[in-house]
C-alpha cells in the first residue's frame, strides 16, 4: 500500500510537535523523525510542510549562521501553533482509536 496519503495526513502534527519541544532546524527535524520510524522522508517532503506551518502561522522561522557553514533556519512554535497542536493531538487520538475499532480485530 501506498502510504502517502495516510503519511500527508499526520506528518504536519509530527513537525509541529518536534519544533514544540524546542527551537531546531530542518535537518534535525529529518533527524529526529528518521530515529521515530520516518526513515525514508527527505528534504523535499520536509520542506513544503514547513513552508505550510509558516504560512498558517503555527511556525516561525529565523535564519543565523551555522557554526558548520551556511546560514541555517531555525524554527519555533508560535502560540497559534501551540493551539493547534493540543487540538490535532485530541483529533489525532479520536480517530486512530476509532480505525483501532475498525482496522484492530485482523
Known amino acids: 500500500m501506498e502510504d502517502t496519503q495516510l503519511l500527508k495526513g499526520i506528518l ?6 518536534i ?6 532546524y530542518g535537518y534535525e527535524i529529518l533527524q529526529r523523525l528518521a530515529e521515530h520510524g520516518f526513515e525514508e522522508l527527505g528534504e523535499g517532503t520536509m520542506y513544503p510542510v514547513l513552508t505550510r506551518l509558516e504560512k498558517k502561522g503555527y ?10 557553514g551556511p546560514i541555517r533556519k531555525y524554527y519555533s512554535v508560535t502560540e497559534t501553533g501551540r493551539e493547534y ?13 476509532s480505525a483501532d475499532e475498525i482496522l484492530g480485530g485482523n
Open 12 to 17: 504536519e502534527g509530527c513537525v509541529l510537535a
Open 19 to 24: 519544533i514544540a519541544e524546542n527551537e531546531t
Open 59 to 68: 511556525i516561525t522561522c529565523r535564519k543565523e549562521k551555522s557554526p558548520l
Open 85 to 97: 497542536l493540543v487540538a490535532f493531538r485530541e483529533s489525532y487520538r479520536r480517530v486512530t482509536a
